[in-house]
Each structure stands twice: as structure tokens, then as C-alpha cells.
């Protein structure tokens, strides 16, 4: 009987948990590993991953199956059109191959438990075990508890100290589960071996030339470039001075690790890991603040992750905060419409949301500033902007994203209150001082070179350029919109 692993979103073979569980269980027994991956179409619409995260997760997984091959072990495709499809498509192949045991790392969103909890009822009324592992987080989610009440915490700054505390209590805190060890034999499974990574089909997944010949120019793939770039970030001067530079958006002084993360190319044990053993800090929260802050931020995709494996309605498109769920909004699609292409006449927004639409990536900064914009001053339903996000987003992950849009909005886990209602224009002055960023992305105000112009051409003196140029009035008028979402969120 042979031993199977299944990717979900871990897509390598270094300090892979269940991967390298597989592995062990299959060189004890003395059988070949197989591993698996399910490729539908619908099941990544059904979850919003974007065409450039799509294409980010085959270029990777090419990457892993030339890297399984040198070790004999096949990665097979499983095509499986129709998302109800899947785990009768997955049995069916572990019973063709005579699979007794199928490993797999945990997804915490609800859709994915349930279809994981599925599989375990299938698999064990064909006398098959299925074995999931915790993987994506540094901390496994349940683990730390509110002295108090012993309940999940839902407030960061207490919960980081706890996680912190926590994996300094343990002897190794940050294991590197070994790579799979060589199959010795793979007779019988030639034909797993000719199996191929497939090609995106529907219209939304195909990107265009001009996509295409940006993202393969843009953007890195795969689990060797992933611990290049941690590496190169880690050992940087750059990462030294993340604590003063984290928010500024022209200065590029973030690690741009989010898609690796994001697609399990590498784990966050890894990104810890490699600082300690580096010698980069003393301990987690000791050392060059700008290390420790990035380890922290770090940390907050475990924090998101935590979040939403104790409250899951945050899955099932309810605020974190249920009492936020009746807020009347706007479905002005007008509105949403210009947001979405980058016209609503604020050029922080602007600039960011063209920048989303071409490239699939945004600083956390003009993440916030457009979630901020969209929620409070368009007053529009918060989760149309979560998901656009996620369908455009070369780095979408469901527990950040939420959290950031729950963050922004007001209505999350410990929210930036619905009363602090950002000031676009503020924003833009104080994290792109400069306006370099408004100027790459809105070439309509390129030639304006003023250091208030440039973040507000019509309110001062520059409404000529702007209009020659074509660049939109503000869609809404800041302070009318400020009073109006403060009014909503009261819920008068
Ligand atoms: P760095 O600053 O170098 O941080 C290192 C890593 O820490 C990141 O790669 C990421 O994995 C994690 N991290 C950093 N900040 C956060 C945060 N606030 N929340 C959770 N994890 C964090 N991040 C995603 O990975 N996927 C998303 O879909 C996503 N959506 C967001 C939506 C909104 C509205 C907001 C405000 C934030 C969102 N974030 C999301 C968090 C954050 O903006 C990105 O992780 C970060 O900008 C990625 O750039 P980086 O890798 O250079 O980050």
C-alpha cells in the first residue's frame, strides 16, 4: 500500500510538515510516495484567487515537480471541473494507486475544514487514513489562551506577547521538517510521472501579453527564489531600518514576502527561523527594532490566522463585529466602479488602485488608505472591496485580507475605530511625502511638481493641469463624506 501527499497551499518540499510526514511513514513502510495536486478551475473562483496568484501557484509547483522528479517521486494533476467533484476525485485516485495514508497541511477557512472534514468521512469508510498537519503558522491556532478567561484572545498587542512568551517557552520552537527522502522505487506509477502542470482555460484565468511579460519580469516564483529573497531581506540593511520605513510607500524597505507566504513557497517557521539562526537578534522581541518589528509583523498573519479558526463566521461574509452588519451603505456602483479602475479624484486612491489592477501587489499603507476610502468614504459594503481584492491580488490570503479590511473598516478584530476616519489627502502628504508615487501611477499629474499640488491638484491652484489632463474632480467631497459614514456607523 502506498503513501500519498495532497498540496493545498504549500507548495514545497523544505520544512513541509506533512510532506515530510509522508515521507517518513513511507520509507519506514518501505512503499513509494505519491504526491497530488487538484487543479479546478471553480474551486479557485469559488475562493477568488486571482489570475496572477493562479499563475504564481503552477510556476511554483513546475518548480516542485522538477524537484520531486530528482527524487523519483511523481506529482500528479488531478483535472477536476466541478468543485463537488473533488474528494470523490481523490478517492477514486488513492484506490486506482493503492493509497493507504494521505497526508495534507491544514487551510483554517471554513470551506476548506469542511471539505477536508468530507474527505476524512470518505476516505475512513474506504479504510483509508487521512492525516492533516498544522503547517502554515508559527503557532498553531488553539494554542494561546487569555489568562482570564482561557478563550481566544481578540485583541493583537496581549495575544503577541502571548505568542512570543509562548515559543520562547519551547526547546525548539521553530523545527525544519526535512525534505521527502528519494523514492527507491516507483514500478507500476511510470505513467504519474508524465502528468502536467496545466494551463489556465476560462477567460478570467488567461492573462494578457502585456500581463503576462510583466508578471514573469516582476515577479520571482517557487521555493528556491522565495529563500533567496528571505535571505537577501534578513541579512539587508534594509530590514534595519523597517521600523522608521515600514509605512513609507515610495521607499521600498518591505520584504515583498507576501506571495511566498501566501502560496506556501516558504513557511513562516523558515522566515523566523533563518533570523535566529543568523544571529540577527538575541531573542524574538530582542535586537535591531527594525528586525524584531518585521518579525512581528510576521506574526500577524499568524494573529489573522488565530482569529479566524476561533470566530468562523468571519468566513461566511459576517464582520467580525456582528453588531457592524446592518450599517446601511451605499451600493452606489458608480462609485465602486471608479474605485475600482483608480478614478474617484483622490490620487493616494488612484494610484493604488491602478497599481492593484497591473501588478497584483500594494504596501500595506495604500491598503489601508483605499479598504479606509471605500468603507467610510463611499460608504460602500466593505466586502465588495474584500473580494476584489483577493480576485486581484497576487498575494491574497482570506484571514489578512479580512483582517485588514476588518481593520480598516472599522468592523473587525481590533479595528481602527469607526470614528478615526482617514484623511486621504493627509495619508498622502505623510507616507508619499514626496508624491513619487502618485506620479508612477497617475501620469495625468506627472508634470505637477508641487508638494501639495501633487496630492490635491484642486484645491491647490493646479485644477489646469488636472483638467487638461483629464483627472477626475474628487467623486465625493471629504468632509460631507466623513459626517455621513460617522452618522451610518452610529446608526442614525
Ligand atoms: P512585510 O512588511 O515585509 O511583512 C512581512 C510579512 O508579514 C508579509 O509578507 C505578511 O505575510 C506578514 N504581514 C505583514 N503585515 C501584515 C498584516 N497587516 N496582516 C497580516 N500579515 C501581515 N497580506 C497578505 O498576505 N494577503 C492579503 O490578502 C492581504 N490583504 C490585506 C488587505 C488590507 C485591506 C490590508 C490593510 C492589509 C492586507 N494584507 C494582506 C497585509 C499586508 O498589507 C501585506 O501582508 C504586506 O503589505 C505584504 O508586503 P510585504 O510582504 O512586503 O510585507
Known sequence: KNVAHLFTRDFRLGDNF?????????????????????YSEEDFRSHSV????LRYRLKSLEIVKQDLKKKNIPLYTLNVDKKKDINSSILKFLKDYEISHLFANIEYEVDELR???????????????????HDTCVVKPGELATKSKGTQYAVFTPWYRAWVAYLESLDDPFPNYPQPE?????????????????EPKSDFYKLNAKS???F???????????EKQLLDYIKSKTIKLYDDLRNEISTDATSHMSRHLASGTVSSRTCIRLILENNLVSSLAKGPSGITEWIRQVSWRDFYKHVMANWPHICMFKPFQVEYDDIEW?????????????????????AAMRQLNETGYLHNRPRMVVASFLSKHLLIDWRWGERYFLEHLIDGDFASNNGGWGFSSGVGVDPQPYFRIFNPWTQSEKFDKNGDYIREWVPELREIDDSKGIHNPYDHGFED???????????????FARERALERYRGE
Open 50 to 53: 486571482s489570475p496572477f496568484q
Open 18 to 38: 506533512a510532506l515530510s510526514q509522508a515521507s517518513e511513514l513511507a520509507q519506514e513502510s518501505e512503499v513509494p510516495l505519491i504526491s497530488l495536486f487538484v
Open 465 to 479: 493641469v488636472a483638467e487638461k489632463n483629464d483627472y477626475p474632480r474628487p467623486i465625493v467631497d471629504h468632509s
Open 216 to 226: 514573469d519580469k516582476t515577479w520571482s516564483v517557487g521555493e528556491h527564489n522565495a
Open 182 to 198: 528519494a523514492n527507491s522505487s516507483t514500478k507500476g506509477l511510470e505513467k504519474l510521472f508524465e502528468s502536467k502542470i496545466p
Open 330 to 350: 451605499e451600493y452606489n456602483l458608480e462609485h465602486y466602479q471608479k474605485w475600482c479602475e483608480g478614478k474617484t479624484g483622490y490620487p493616494i486612491v488612484d
Open 115 to 133: 471539505q477536508f472534514i468530507d474527505l476524512t468521512k470518505s476516505l475512513l469508510e474506504n479504510k483509508i487514513s487521512f492525516q492533516p498537519f
Open 212 to 214: 503576462l511579460e510583466f
